[in-house]
Each structure stands twice: as structure tokens, then as C-alpha cells.
């Protein structure tokens, strides 16, 4: 599959923003996307972005997508100890399906 | 309705075993994905179905068997399984088998091999 890179772990207190960072080799995709995993759940499609777009806000979430660096990032404002979970992001490389990369284990303390 | 059903939840059989997992959409979505996760990985694919025809094989063991009776149903059968198979099962659907589909995921099913 293609390399996607997360960084592994972030750790944030309650009320202050978290930003997930991605980077992707292939810019063939047509869609990035973000899911979110709680533990012991599924995926829960968070947020996606079409790959002519720059920025997609979606109430306390902002997906950024820098195409010349192949850099994604999520950013949730005023997080909350809900926003606890494994966050994945995924494109449709190849033309099928998804990819993804190894999550970031999203921690928020009170 | 965004909505991807799986059962069971949970599933613990014996190495002998056969057993079903099954995934339901009723969205009109085409194309139907079977997913492996193992514990703090990503989802890896196994299978996808367009048009209710095997398209991908992601070099699954013949233990594992997939089946689409229908658009609505996809099906993955377990034989003789090893305890290195148990993992969460995750089932998706998209509209068409192409990139730029948004991809359903169902919450999964939960097996244990003993």
C-alpha cells in the first residue's frame, strides 16, 4: 500500500486545541478522510476533504490539506475528554478502497 | 441512513469451527470491503467487491472465504482458523469501487480464535 505517516501520539488538556498531523505519498486520491476509533468500537467517519480544497471546517473540526507537501492535518477545537480515541487518516489510493496510517492515540486530560 | 450492520459483535470458535461474520447496507453502495485489525494497527484490507463480483484479494489465506449473495449483503466465511486470525473484523461500503467514494465502516465484529 501507499506510506502514510502519522505521528504516533498526542496528549493535550481539556479546552485546548489538538492538531493531527498526516503525510502521504500518493496524490492520486480523489478524497482524504478521517476516522475516529474508540477503543473497543469501529470507525467513525469524522470529517473528509475533496483533494481540490485547501480547508473543510466542520463545527469544532478544520481539515487542512497542503497538496504540494502532501500534508493533512486535523485540527479540533475546544477538546474535550470524548475526543480521547485513535484518530486514522486514509485516502483512496490506487484507485480502491483505503489506506491508512497507524493512527495517533489522541489523550486529553482534564 | 449511513449505515453499515454487522453480526455478530463478538464470535469465539474453535480451530475446527466454520462460521459466518455478515455485513448488511442498504444504501444502493456497489462496492463492499472486508477489513482485518489487529490491536493498535490500522485496518488492513482483505477483500473488496464491486458490483457484486471479487475484484481485490489482498492475498488472504483460502481459510477466509467472502461471499456477496447480493448488492445489500457481503458474507466472510471462517474455516479451520488459527489463533493469529483473532482480530476485529470491519466491514465497509462505498457507493462505487473508485477512489473518491466515502467509505462506511460498520462498528465490526470481535473474534477470538481459541
Known amino acids: 500500500g501507499e506510506d502514510v505517516e502519522q505521528s504516533l501520539f498526542l496528549s493535550v488538556r481539556e479546552g485546548d486545541s489538538s492538531v493531527i498531523n498526516c503525510t502521504y505519498t500518493?496524490?492520486?486520491?480523489?478524497?482524504l478522510y478521517w476516522y475516529k476509533q474508540e477503543p473497543g468500537a469501529g470507525l467513525q467517519l469524522l470529517t473528509y476533504?475533496?483533494?481540490?480544497?485547501d480547508m473543510k471546517q466542520d463545527q469544532r473540526l478544520t481539515v487542512l490539506l497542503n497538496k504540494k507537501d502532501k500534508h493533512l492535518s486535523l485540527r479540533i477545537a475546544d477538546t474535550q475528554t470524548g475526543d480521547s480515541a485513535i484518530y486514522f487518516c486514509g485516502g483512496g489510493y490506487s484507485g480502491y478502497a483505503l489506506n491508512f496510517g497507524k493512527g495517533t492515540s489522541l489523550l486529553v486530560t482534564p | 441512513d449511513t449505515e453499515v450492520t454487522q453480526t455478530p459483535k463478538h464470535l469465539v470458535m474453535g480451530m475446527t469451527n466454520k462460521k459466518s461474520l455478515k455485513c448488511e447496507q442498504h444504501m444502493g453502495h456497489r462496492a463492499m470491503y472486508w477489513y482485518k485489525q489487529k490491536a493498535k494497527k490500522p485496518p488492513e484490507l482483505m477483500f473488496v467487491?464491486?458490483?457484486?463480483?471479487?475484484?481485490i484479494n489482498e492475498s488472504v489465506p483460502s481459510r477466509f472465504s467472502p461471499e456477496c449473495p447480493n448488492s445489500s449483503l457481503l458474507n466472510l466465511h471462517l474455516h479451520a482458523l488459527q489463533p493469529e486470525d483473532s482480530a476485529l473484523y470491519l466491514c465497509?461500503?462505498?457507493?462505487?469501487?473508485?477512489?473518491?467514494?466515502?467509505?462506511?465502516f460498520g462498528e465490526g465484529s470481535w473474534l477470538t480464535v481459541v
Open positions: 467487491y464491486s458490483y457484486e463480483k471479487l475484484s
Open positions: 465497509a461500503s462505498s457507493r462505487r469501487r473508485v477512489s473518491g467514494n466515502t467509505i462506511y
Open positions: 476533504i475533496f483533494s481540490n480544497m
Open positions: 500518493d496524490s492520486s486520491s480523489t478524497y
